[in-house]
């Protein structure tokens, strides 16, 4: 179909198709807004229901596209600097998942980091891959994880050789939800030696390599399957997200059945149409669109940085990374005597000041291009006040002392997740856990890295750990109990 006006190919379409005066007898139920419930239409208003349509041959097909869904793919491709782009309406969670199935067959390793999200723990159930985990770098004053270094790799690598196994992929996070990048090149080059495919969850990145100050894309740097959350820092609705294959190592087909098992077949066009229209609004000015952005956040730094009492988590925190992204700003309060939650508290209830992510020991804002100059000057008289009316220096010093704890590495592994998935389970009193093999991921956050995974031994150190944050009243993610006065186990 002929793109109307200068149109996105997929939005075009989208306006085409709902303009027609048709005779409609297809799904959805809400039949283009004349059944639309009435209580959402006084919100969001009818148009969102018009647009709101099935797979009609007009709008092409998500698996086997042809039409404007295959013209906007390769647009994005284009744009991001990828041989094939797959739209997501699973989130970048379907995209990690896929990236991992199509990569790993059952029983083949993957080495990835212990704070990987949980989609790839859910790809190892659904693949069969065994986790071969690195730690990544942890900072104990900020209570936050980094990434993942080339020599990291490179050991992992040559301990699964020493096992006679070869890994199947490796899998990075960069940037972490922090904005902390890992060196992608080297990483990259290394895996490649050696005939390993890289897999990146960019879900926080889908914006780099967008200006001259930021770090390069995963893409650039070498990576063979990239998964962007395109809702995050660009402008398409949330849930939907990219992946990216660049070269030829990873079998593309495996791909497209992965994805197709995986996403529904009954997607949103609403959130397909946002992917093509996010790429286009990119592409109409892609060195300077960040501009207002950049300076704004660049901006907030220095007059942050000047504020007595509030840290800026930079680089020399983090000292085996090569950058952090600048539109990710995060600060520490502990010289004022604050947790992140009693920062946040404070920030919110007097200023109206919504962060992206709240930590025991930080607060992390997020620039996009929505970010306005009154917004930023709010956060900073904010941080100011917080300052001005912060504790006396005998409570900081006391509260200074308890920072947060490292993670550590004294787990093994009695099942691998897809077997411990499967596995019988009951549950149990936490205490009598200890020795048992794990049968649920409970992660608390920060900082994000998973304390105990299914099919790993319980050890009396996780289960100080886990009760220990929680009396600091750190969420914890995955447990069935949140009090965690039980944990579930396999029976085996």
């Known amino acids: 179909m002929s793109q109307q006006h200068g149109l996105p190919p997929l939005v075009s379409a989208l306006k085409a198709s709902a303009a027609q005066n048709a005779a409609s007898f297809h799904f959805p139920g809400h039949n283009r807004g004349h059944a639309a419930p009435s209580s959402l239409t006084k919100l969001i208003g009818l148009k969102p229901f018009i647009y709101d349509l099935p797979e009609l041959p007009e709008l092409d097909n998500l698996f086997s596209p042809e039409g404007p869904i295959l013209e906007a793919q390769k647009l994005a491709a284009k744009l991001f600097g990828s041989h094939e782009t797959w739209f997501l309406v699973g989130g970048t969670t379907c995209g990690i998942q896929a990236a991992i199935m199509a990569t790993c067959s059952p029983g083949e390793h993957i080495i990835l980091p212990r704070n990987s999200h949980i989609s790839a723990i859910s790809a190892m159930v659904l693949s069969g891959a065994i986790p071969k985990y690195i730690m990544p770098e942890y900072n104990c ?89 395109t809702h995050k820092v660009l402008c398409s609705f949330t849930q939907s997200s990219m992946l990216h294959m660049s070269g030829n190592v990873v079998d593309r087909e495996k791909i497209c059945r992965s994805l197709q098992t995986l996403q529904s077949t009954s997607p949103s066009y609403l959130l397909l149409a946002s992917l093509d229209a996010a790429r286009a609004q990119l592409s109409e000015n892609p060195e300077t669109i960040f501009n207002k952005a950049m300076k704004l956040a660049t901006e907030a730094k220095i007059l942050i940085k000047k504020i007595p009492g509030i840290t800026l988590l930079e680089l020399p ?78 409570t900081t010093e006391t ?94």
């Not at 980094?146 to 196994?165: C, D, F, R, W, Y």
């Not at 990710?328 to 200023?351: C, P």
């Not at 009695?414 to 200890?434: C, H, M, T, Y």
Request: hydrophobic share 40%; aromatic share 6%; with cysteine.
């Open 141 to 229: 004053n900020w209570d936050i994880a980094g990434g993942i270094t080339p020599s990291q790799v490179n050991k992992a690598i040559k301990e699964l050789e020493m096992e006679g196994q070869k890994p199947a992929a490796v899998f990075v996070i960069s940037p972490t939800y922090h904005g902390i990048c890992s060196n992608l090149t080297e990483i990259s080059q290394l895996c490649h030696s050696y005939g390993i495919p890289v897999i990146v969850d960019e879900a926080h990145g889908a914006h780099l390599g967008f200006h001259p100050q930021m770090p390069h894309s995963a893409l650039k740097q070498g990576a063979d399957l990239v998964v962007q959350s």
């Open 399 to 492: 509260k200074v002392k308890d920072r947060g704890h490292a993670p550590f590495t004294d787990t093994s592994m009695s099942l691998n997740p897809r077997d411990a998935f499967f596995a019988n389970k009951r549950k149990v009193g936490i205490r009598e856990s200890l020795g048992k093999v794990c049968g649920e991921l409970i992660c608390p956050y920060p900082p994000g890295i998973p304390v105990m995974i299914p099919g790993e031994i319980i050890t009396e150190r996780a289960l100080d750990y886990l009760l220990g944050v929680r009396r600091k009243g750190v969420v914890v993610t995955g447990a069935s109990d949140p009090l965690l006065s039980s944990i579930v186990i396999c029976d085996v």
């Open 317 to 394: 925190s983090f000292t085996e990374f090569p950058t952090i992204d600048p539109l990710r700003l995060t600060i520490g309060s502990w010289q004022l005597g604050l947790s992140g939650y009693e920062a946040d508290d404070i920030l919110y209830g007097n200023h109206g000041i919504v962060p992206e992510l709240v930590g025991s020991q930080s607060i992390t804002f997020a620039f996009n291009l929505g970010t306005c100059k009154e917004h930023v000057q709010r956060l900073v008289s904010g941080l100011q006040e917080l300052s001005a009316c912060s504790l006396q220096i005998e």
